[in-house]
């Protein structure tokens, strides 16, 4: 899957995963100058929509937890 800007759409895992492969292959030091810079770039990409999924996660569990207590707080109230 594509998003509007047409990068490809990869889980929080493939990416992951993807982004230590190309770690594993420049740190191995055998890889010509513009196989490591294309390798490079694409981590980059990588390690930004790793960044970006995480910050969606931790907006997602502080709402999360704002519900929840709200919810306790209504429970609260309620048994006074």
Known sequence: MTT????EELSFGSALAELEQIVRALES??????????????????????QEKLAQAKQRVTMLIGELESEECVTDAGER
Do not use: I, K, S
């Open 29 to 50: 030091g055998q890889l010509e100058l513009e196989d490591g810079l294309a390798r490079y770039e694409r981590g980059v990409m990588l390690l930004r929509a790793c």
């Open 4 to 7: 509007e800007t047409g990068q």
